[in-house]
């Protein structure tokens, strides 16, 4: 079993930054594909931002496209979402995900792993 845990959400005022961490253990990540998803209230589960198991091939939706960067440090076991020029629509729920795999994975379903969710609020 691998159990994930978000941190660094909070309260950022609009064109802010901050960076999101998930840390994972009972499994090195570096065997998983890493997803990020977000859930605002009222609104299904979206896809953010994925990266394959090898940690060299990055795929975002289109929203946050140049915004945001996922990345990982092995040695921490630990994956990361940096967001920058942040707008009030990216005011979510943040949570990570984990599966076993190469590829990108952009749905839910595709996801094995789910940390708790860091809540992200962006004000005007």
């Known amino acids: 079993q691998m159990q994930l845990v978000e941190s660094g959400g909070g309260l950022v005022q609009t064109g802010g930054s901050l960076r999101l961490s998930c840390a994972a253990s009972?499994?090195?990540?570096?065997?998983?594909?890493m997803g990020w998803f977000r859930q605002a209230p009222g609104k299904e589960r979206e896809f953010v931002a994925t990266?394959?198991?090898?940690?060299?091939?990055?795929y975002y939706a289109d929203s946050v496209k140049g915004r945001f960067t996922i990345s990982r440090d092995s040695a921490k076991n630990t994956a990361y979402l940096q967001m920058s020029s942040l707008k009030p629509e990216d005011t979510a729920v943040y949570y990570c995900?984990?599966?076993?795999?190469?590829?990108?994975?952009?749905?839910?379903?595709?996801?094995?792993?789910w940390g708790q969710g860091t809540q992200v609020t962006v004000s005007v």
């Open positions: 995900a984990a599966t076993y795999g190469v590829g990108w994975y952009l749905r839910p379903n595709d996801y094995n792993y």
């Open positions: 009972g499994r090195t990540i570096s065997a998983y594909a």
């Open positions: 990266m394959y198991s090898t940690g060299d091939s990055t």
